[in-house]
């Protein structure tokens, strides 16, 4: 099994950038791919990022493309968003969740994954 645990979240100005951490414990991380998901006030979860088990490949959101960015450090079990440019549409709670060997066809489907966090909010806001 997994823990996830999301930080980093806050307020921040348009335009401004955050860094967000999900940090994994309980199992061995490198086989797992993870993905970053968001759910803004009355609207459905959306996917906006997941990394497999390397560095390489990566898929985004449309809607995040060229300003975010997915990275993980398998030696600190951690999985990194930085978020540049932020806008006020970016605004919603950041969840990040993990699967096991998940294919990467199904990278962008929230039933894909196993385990969640429990989520960090992100504010943009002047």
């Known amino acids: 099994q997994v823990q996830l645990a999301e930080s980093g979240g806050g307020l921040v100005q348009p335009g401004g950038s955050l860094r967000l951490s999900c940090a994994a414990a309980?199992?061995?991380?490198?086989?797992?791919?993870v993905a970053w998901f968001r759910q803004a006030p009355e609207k459905d979860r959306e996917f906006v990022a997941a990394i497999r088990r390397s560095n390489a490949p990566t898929q985004y959101a449309d809607s995040v493309k060229g300003r975010f960015t997915i990275s993980r450090d398998n030696a600190k079990k951690t999985v990194y968003l930085q978020m540049n440019s932020l806008k006020p549409e970016d605004t919603a709670t950041y969840y990040c969740a993990a699967k096991r060997g998940a294919i990467w066809s199904a990278l962008q489907s929230q039933s894909t994954y196993d385990y969640w966090g429990q989520g960090t909010q992100v504010t943009v806001s002047s």
């Open positions: 309980g199992s061995t991380f490198n086989d797992y791919a």
